[in-house]
């Protein structure tokens, strides 16, 4: 359910039809930002929103991490026995044979830090061109842009858009760039690929959210918009279920102040909900829903018996839960 500050796919079409060469595409596709999810969780539990009766592709990646759970959605049933032994054998500290909410929670939060670590680490040598270890404005603009910047955009259909991407980005830069020299280090490189993982950035993102969403310019985010970043109905389509309830929780919880919209410290409630632990919810849902005995935690025997609710492959939706973007994966 993840929602673009602009129709990316369409800017992806745009941007085949306008490269001259595949090596140009792969320069400039990673770079540009991917599509934003509204609601923020501290680091990556998963890219997936979490609902049971859906399947369980949240509790998969959470559990796991990421890249795990791709190996383990390739391996045979015994390989994923073998390899969950492993994984909870690690997470079991003080190894007495079960996985209490301490072990989990820490073991879930290590994987949310891993994965953003990862993450600057793979972007890192793509943008620091002169390999200084640092990563200047210019080295990330023309990294990104470098191409369409020589012709000012000309060849982009949608120039408009190209150029307020970019303006974007540098305004997003320059905010992580907390000595102001046009220079980010790796922690500030770091926040301006995870921005919500910052307070400092906190305000941008509100304001990169309100932009998102507000259609008509007002700074403000009414219902109509709060829908229309969500769902967009097919003809003759009927409104979903979920559609209905966000209609319910715009009125009754996101608009506090009952005006009819959302102003940015509503919206900043709505998206980086404050004293939420997501880490801890998780271990919570996973023991309560993996845990046979209710004994409080699980063994190796528990975990295996619930193999297919860690393993399954299905989008899910747990409270909401969203991430901010990262800019897009390179070619390799």
Known sequence: MYMREVSWDLLIMMLLKSLVSLCILAAVAFAVPAQ???????????DHVHKDDHGFQYDHEAFLGKEEAKTFDQLTPDESKDRLAKIVDRIDTDKNGFVNHAELHYWIKHRQRRYIEENVNKNW????????????????????????????????????????????????????????????????????????????MKELVVKETVEDIDKNGDGKINLNEYIGDMYTPENGESEPEWIQTERKHFAEFRDA???????DDEVAEWILPREVDHADNEAKHLIHDTDTDKDGHLSLSELLDKIDYIKTSTITDYGGMRRQGNPAEDCG
Do not use: C
């Open 257 to 263: 102040n009952k005006d009819g919209y959302l102003d």
């Open 125 to 200: 040598n793509d943008y620091d061109q002169n390999q200084d270890g640092k990563i200047a404005w210019e080295e990330y603009k023309n990294t990104t842009y470098g191409y369409y910047l020589d012709e000012e955009f000309d060849d982009v259909e949608d120039k408009a858009t190209y150029k307020s991407m970019l303006r974007r980005d540098e305004r997003r830069f320059k905010t992580a760039d907390r000595d102001g020299d046009d220079i980010a280090t790796r922690e500030e490189f770091t926040a301006f690929l995870h921005p919500e993982e910052f307070d400092y």
């Open 36 to 46: 934003e999810k509204r609601i923020h969780h501290h680091a990556d539990l998963s």
